[in-house]
């Protein structure tokens, strides 16, 4: 289920880590609202900022080493579907035919479903592909996205709560430089955390609106190139069952997805 610890992201993930414990330390270290309540006995605050900041962390290695819904040469037993083609460059669907021709990635040979990719920095195809995310590094794809929505909501609350904590912990000064003296570490700090909550609150944003839609950054991005997708109009998505059910699914809903059948029920409807 998990990959190696030790693999080509262990510098990303191991940087990742110290920053995050650093930025806490410096929290706790400096004149904030957490150090005045921990001074006073006050430890329900304090503890409940660790606690977030320590579930933050094991949900982002969660995520960062979770099988993303790697294909397996063994699945090829389970589709009934004819062989096609290889990659994008070959029409999956001929539009005259009611029936899905699969193809085989040329890369790792396997047999791709509908909506999976091959990864180019993982080498490997993923079911439900939607991107590959180096800060991760690891796929996002069928297995882990909703874990990865989870991570990015708890990561935006503990970073709005630093930089809301850096804002409590500024001292007073008579002159500009010397409160720049004073403060400028935790002006760094509140920089960083409001430049990556930025950040998160954009990725977010993005990746629950395409959930809304059901569509994936793959798709949504290089439509022109997805071969189910090329005949269909600009504002047509075959996999768009409204927003609610679309939510629905996607959090409630089982892993795995017949996408095949989606799509051909909803151009049947059509």
């Known amino acids: ?24 330390l410096i929290l706790f270290l400096h004149d904030t609202d957490l150090k ?8 329900l605050q304090p503890l409940f900022f660790v606690l977030l900041v320590l579930v933050s962390v ?3 290695f969660s995520v960062s080493l979770m099988d993303p819904g790697f294909i397996h040469s063994s699945d090829d037993s389970n589709l009934q579907f004819v062989l096609g083609g290889n990659d994008e460059q070959e029409n999956m669907i001929p539009p005259p035919v009611k029936s899905l021709r699969q193809r085989r990635c040329r890369r790792c040979l396997v047999q791709q479903p509908m909506r999976s990719k091959h990864c180019h920095t993982c080498q490997r195809c993923v079911r439900r592909y939607d991107h590959h995310c180096p800060w991760i590094e690891n796929c996002i794809g ?7 929505i989870l991570y990015l909501l708890l990561q935006l609350l503990v970073l709005t709560w630093g930089c809301w904590l850096c804002w409590t912990g500024l001292s007073v000064a008579p002159s500009w430089r010397p409160w720049l003296s004073s403060n400028g570490v935790l002006l760094a700090v509140a920089a960083l955390l409001a430049l990556l909550a ?13 959930i809304s839609v059901n569509t994936t950054t793959w798709e949504f991005m290089s439509r022109h190139r997805v071969s189910y ?21 996607f959090f409630c809903g089982a892993d795995a997805v017949a996408w095949e059948t989606l799509y051909f029920r909803e151009a049947n409807d059509v």
């Open 198 to 210: 930025v950040v998160v609150l954009m990725l977010l944003g993005s990746h629950l609106y395409l």
């Open 1 to 24: 289920m998990f990959k190696n610890v030790f693999s080509s992201g262990f510098v990303v993930r191991t940087c990742h880590v110290i920053l995050t414990w650093i930025v806490t």
């Open 36 to 43: 005045k309540q921990q001074e006073s006995g006050h430890l």
């Open 58 to 60: 094991l949900l982002y």
């Open 229 to 249: 997708l090329k005949h269909c109009g600009p504002d047509q998505n075959p996999f768009d069952r409204g927003a609610a059910r679309n939510l629905r699914g």
């Open 142 to 148: 069928e297995r882990n996205h909703r874990w990865f």
